[in-house]
């Protein structure tokens, strides 16, 4: 076991529960950066490692044990799949930040997801209790850009304006479309069509 490997087995520890390795630690009750990449060198080069209270309190927020977790160091498990781009929802209403399909080309972080066949799907960690109690914050859901979109459908919008929000898609004609919350403390949003850059469905959810 070397740094790398402990580092590499916490990264697919967050990828097996869909997360990324800041909601893995916010799940253990630690400092969203706990295990973030600029904590892993220190500022004079020197390699920092995660303190054993952290990794156990990490295992026990990802329903893991050490036996599986030796089995990451060894790096037979947890890696399958591909990498794919990983965006939070502040960052994706930047200016900018995907192209005009709606597929993230600012994105500087990854996480594995299962190959299912599609090549353009990207992650988007959940912010706000709109979509309560199926999507809480820090969630996060793999987005298909360009996939057909019906009503009834979960989806993420973003608008002209730069807001992204991830909704059911409700009624939807030339002129409007509704967007609906899970959670019945958030009424449903009637935009002008014109208002929406684009409409991409939600393939799949950590729970």
């Not at 790096?75 to 995907?98: H, K, L, Q, Y």
């Not at 459908?153 to 899970?182: F, P």
């Not at 009637?190 to 950590?206: C, G, Y």
């Amino acid at each position: 076991m070397n740094h790398a490997h402990i580092w590499r087995a916490i990264d697919a520890l967050a990828a097996r529960k869909g997360m990324t390795t800041s909601g893995l630690a916010r799940a253990a009750g630690l400092d969203p950066t706990t295990f973030n990449k600029s904590k892993r060198q220190a500022p004079d080069g020197k390699p920092r490692w995660p303190s054993t209270e952290s990794i156990s309190r990490a295992l026990a927020a990802a329903e893991t044990n050490w036996d599986e977790f030796a089995a990451l160091l060894a790096g037979r498990s947890g890696a399958a799949g591909r990498a794919i781009p990983i965006v939070g929802m502040a960052r994706a209403g930047a200016d900018g930040f995907f192209d005009e399909s709606g597929f993230p080309v600012g994105a500087d972080e990854t996480v594995r997801f299962p190959d299912l066949g599609e090549d353009r799907v990207y992650a988007l960690e959940i912010a706000g209790d709109s979509m309560e109690p199926s999507y809480r914050a820090g969630d996060v859901v793999i987005v298909q850009p360009g996939a057909a979109v019906r009503r009834g459908d979960r989806v993420v919008v973003r608008t002209r304006a730069g807001e992204v929000m991830a909704k059911v898609l409700g009624r939807k004609n030339d002129q409007t479309i509704e967007l609906v919350s899970l959670n019945a403390a958030h009424k449903p949003r009637e935009l002008a069509a014109a208002d929406i850059e684009w409409i991409a469905r939600i393939v799949w959810a950590s729970q």
